[in-house]
Structure formats: structure tokens, C-alpha cells
């Protein structure tokens, strides 16, 4: 990925730099020593992190790794397919989704979740808190009820606000007595205060009651707690938000599908039937270049085990982000996908009009979004979705 940021930057001309980040180790020319290359590996590790937000890589879970929730798991498999490109990028609304696990751990239906991990800045969308409702107990099957109203009360600071009320209200609904499975409340309003204010943060209380009204045998209504039941069954807080890194620019690099048919450029034909002046010309160019082929589109695959990152990466393991290499001598085939002002460079290159006037560069010009799970800081399981992370395909521009 690096790399591939660094061909972007330089001109073509200099395109030379090998198509993996082992590069990295290896000192640059205008610094031989070990420690100069230690700190180019080093901060080239640091440039990186910011690409993916980061100003430091998340501590303290590569030793006790814990497996992550099965819904970020199933959602990061909907998003992304297995290298991590994503697969339709209007299924997310914005490009975070955290899950939070209960901090509070109570033998009652008590909730608490620790949001220090989310930015100032992040926008939130959505928050849903995801509650495992067990299947009840034979003993107490037998019951005349089929229904129940679970409610779920945001707890209220007394002593700070001037109103005497305890809890509110967030989210109400009927759910079937027999039925086990995860049940979903939507409290988006609720985080958003705790965000603006931490401290009135007191936690998430749920009720159970009849259709009449009456509070219900909690025996027979049981949801999974973090303290008495599987990992696997934990009650979980899912932000989904915006953390406001730009949206992609070009509508195609929206587009995967359209990536098959120009991943690969065809080798354009030679032009045989140019005057003996350009053709020379053209040869020299490509002396110069020392470049045979076409542009095209080659792989350039970003280990994220090489670089260090797969004790808090979950998936993918690493991706193909692909790179840009090759000529752009004229003529310039349609294939190329050149711009206009490539076309009249191109033209103007191969007529030694004008002295050093290099031939178009081979850049990606389309791009698609890549998604990371990973562990955060406090262990939490985060997808993020980072655009123009994948050279979809290649051109001279
Ligand atoms: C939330 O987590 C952060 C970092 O782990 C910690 O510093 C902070 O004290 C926690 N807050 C509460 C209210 O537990
Ligand atoms: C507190 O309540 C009193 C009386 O109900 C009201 O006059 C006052 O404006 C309230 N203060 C705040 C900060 O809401």
C-alpha cells in the first residue's frame, strides 16, 4: 500500500521500486547506514498507520486474543468479500461499525458500555444494543402468557439534572416468550448524550414486563449476561458511524464489477506504419525508459503479517492493492483509457517538439475501498472501510 502510494507520488519515469513492501528494509541510496533504514521502516510504518486513522497500532491484545463477536464477523462477510474489497459500498451508511462488550457485568439486567474509544469527531448513525434472549426454562414453559413487553430505560443522573426521574425510556417492544435468539434495541439517542457528556453515562437498565402491565418472573425471561454465559452470547452495543474521512470522488471506483474487463490491458500494437523519424524516436524513448510493455495492472499484495499488524488485524489477512506499471508511448490505444491532455503529451513526447517532455504516467484510475477488522484499544471488535485503497484498474494520465 505504501509502495503504492509512493509510485503515485513519483514521477513515472522513476517507477522502479519493487512490487512488495520488502522494499521497506532495504535502505534508500541517500541513506546506507542500519539505523537510516531503521528510520525509514519505522516512520514508513508510522504513514501507513495513518492511512488507516491510526496514530498508534492498538496494545495489549496480541497476547490474550479473544474471538470476535459472530455478528461483526457475519457483517465484515457481508461487506467484504475474502481479500477485503468491498463488495457493494452502499450497504454501509457511514464506514465505522464498533461493538462494545458489557462492562458492567451484573447479576441483574443492567448494562454498561465503555465508549472511550470513539472520536470526538465520529458521527454517530446508529446504536443498537444486542441482547441474547435464552430459551426459557422447561419447568416454567407451562405459562398462560405468550408474549412480553421488554423495555429498555437509559439510567439518569438524579443529583446532576433538575428532573426527579430515575431512568428513560428508549425502546419498547413485544417479543414471543419461547423464542431464543438475539433481539435488537435501537438506543441511538441515548449514545449520542453519553458521547457529548461520558459522566452521564449510567448504564442501559431493561424491564420485563406482562401484557397487562405487571413486572415479569425473570426466571422465565432471561437474557444471556457476560458474567453466567458464553462469549459467544455476551450483550453487545454496535455503533454504527461516520468518522468523517472523505468519501471517494469518482463514482466508478464504487464499481468492482467493472473492474474484470479492464484489470488487465491487452498489449496494443506496435505502430509499424509510423514515418522512420518517430519510430526511432519511440525506440529511443523506450531505451530510455527502459521499459518494454504497455501499461498495465500488477499485483502488489500488502502482507499484514510482514508488516507486523496481524495480532490486532482479524481480516483480511492482507490484500492485493494492486500497482500501475508500464509505458505510455504514443500512440496511446483506447485501451489505455488516456485523457486528452495524456493524448496531446504523448504526441508531443514522440515529436521532440519540446525537450524533456516525458510520456504520460501509468497511474491507477480506478479505485475501490478496502474493509479492516480489527481489535481497538480496549479490545473491542471495530469495522472501518477505507477508500481508494485498490487500483481497480490502470491508464496513462
Ligand atoms: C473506559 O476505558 C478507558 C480506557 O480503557 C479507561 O481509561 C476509562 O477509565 C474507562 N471509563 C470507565 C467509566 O470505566
Ligand atoms: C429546575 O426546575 C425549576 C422548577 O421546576 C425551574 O424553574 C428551573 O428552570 C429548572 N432548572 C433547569 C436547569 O432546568
Known sequence: MLALVLLVALPCTMVRARPSLNYLEEPYATEPTQAGSEEVRSDAIKRLLE????????VAVTHR???????????????????GVTKDPYLLEGNTVRSFFDKLRSEQVEF?????????????LTAELHLFKLRPQATLVLNRHHFCQVSVYQLLDTSKSNNTQ??????????????NGWEVF????AVRSWTVDEGSNLGLHVVVRTLGGSPMDLKLIRFASGRNHHQSKQPMLVLFTDDGRRRSTTP????????QDT????????ASHESPRSARSLDQAWEEEGASMPCQRLPLYVDFEEIGWSGWIVSPRGYNAYHCKGSCPFPLGQNMKPTNHAT????????????????PCCVPDKLYSINLLYFDDDENVVLKQYNDMVAGSCGCH
Open 112 to 124: 454498561r458500555f465503555n465508549l472511550s474509544t470513539v472520536a470526538r469527531t465520529e458521527k454517530i
Open 252 to 259: 466508478e471506483s464504487a464499481d468492482p464489477d467493472n473492474a
Open 65 to 83: 486474543r479473544k474471538q470476535p463477536p459472530q455478528y461483526m464477523l457475519d457483517l465484515y462477510n457481508t461487506v467484504a468479500d475474502v481479500d
Open 166 to 179: 430515575e431512568r428513560k425510556l428508549l425502546s419498547s417492544r413485544l417479543i414471543p416468550i419461547h423464542s
Open 51 to 58: 492511512v488507516f486513522g491510526m496514530d498508534d497500532p492498538p
Open 263 to 270: 484489470a488487465i490491458l491487452p498489449q496494443f500494437p506496435m
Open 344 to 359: 496531446v503529451q504523448s504526441i508531443i513526447n514522440a515529436l521532440k517538439l519540446i525537450k524533456s517532455i516525458e510520456t
Open 186 to 189: 435501537t438506543i441511538t439517542q
